[in-house]
């Protein structure tokens, strides 16, 4: 009897906490993200072929990139970890800032539009990646807000952005889709459902864009957007350039079947662990000057990431070769073998972000961006090496790579970091 109410009053300490509620409402949206995103997923399946697929992980592999370079994470993680009396300053700068680089790679993606067509040769994604650069137009009107947000620990907001333009999204996809508009379904989707964070983080928000340009302390943030820009870059190269290297030597359809197992296998994990992830930073940098309430949240959140993110990952790679045939259609059953070693090579990327985090909480985006540069250098290399093999053999690099390098690295900067700072 005292054994169970020890565990009952355990499970209540590990459910309770801001982080956790944070968790949770993050949580909630990711699920019905997820009922959403089914749908989508299996509509997509039945009516695209794997050109169709690889065509569409092309469109993405480009917005993620730009994502990147407009500073998205380095403004926002800015705002969310300066002083309180720096904020309003700090906020107002980037506000312009947003506009300058938004602008600027909206311009650079219309331009190279053409160039990225001919590198696959597929001319029809010109016009396509030049739609889906407008969306960019319309980030600087609710990026600041949304980091203010999230620096007030109220990611109930975000969580309601993340849902209600799921709904809408999804929703434009899927009847676009059954139109038969291909890759179309995916780009309009994408440019129609970003005011959705513009609505919502107005409404929720009471700041404003300033009225006179100015940009006060911009070298600041740059310098700490920048290591989280080359952070932030380096993670996409290492996460798009299998897609870069199998779309452009072995073609767009072995690309499609590729990004189908990720994006069916990953998928759900994925959003999990991000769940996480976004409630984590802030979490820490609360108590970034306290090494033992540091070290204490972070172990605490690490722990509970993996408790409920490690069995899901097995259960999912498990079922796999039963959901997919029946799910998404026997086309795509090439693709379970694939899906399965993707869907295992996520086990890694709780601890890999959780320590992300860490060193940005206290100061030390370097020593990521040092780490990110070797990764990115070692496994684009083997990537270039394996592929000959097919789109298998660049899979089980995927998994091999995170299961030897995050350990050993994670361990390393934890001891590193919690021993500075006693």
Known sequence: MLN??????????????????NVGWLGGAELVNRVFRLGTTVTLARMFSPEDYGLMAIIYTVFEFANVLMLRGGIGAQIIQAPEQDVKAICNTSYWLNWILCGSIFIIQCLASSSIA???G???????????AVTYLMFPLY???????????????TALCNASQSFVSNTITVILALLGMGIWSIVWAMVLTTPVWII???????WRPPKYFSLEGWRKI????????????LYK???????????????VEALGIYYFAFNAGLGISMNVINTFNS?????????RDNTTLLRERFFSSVKKICIIVFPLIILQSSLAPFYVPIIFGQKWTSAIPILVIICLSALPIPIDNAVYHLLNSVGKPHISLYWSIIKTLIFSTLALFVVKWGILAVAILVLTFQIVTVPLYSVWAIKYILKQRE
């Open 143 to 157: 990026m600041v807000h949304l980091a203010i947000i999230e620096r007030e620990n109220r990611l109930k907001i």
């Open 118 to 120: 001919k590198f696959y």
């Open 4 to 21: 169970k109410k020890l565990t009952t009053n355990k499970l209540k300490q590990i459910l309770s906490g801001q982080y956790i509620r």
């Open 222 to 233: 740059v310098s700490f957007g920048g290591n989280l820009l080359g952070i932030e870059l």
């Open 122 to 132: 597929k001319e029809q994604l010109v016009l396509p990646i030049c739609v889906a």
């Open 200 to 206: 919502i983080t107005w409404k929720n928000h009471n």
């Open 279 to 287: 409630a984590l930073f802030p979490y820490l940098c609360e108590v």
């Open 237 to 251: 190269i290492r996460g798009n350039i299998d897609y870069l290297i199998i779309g452009r030597f072995l073609g």
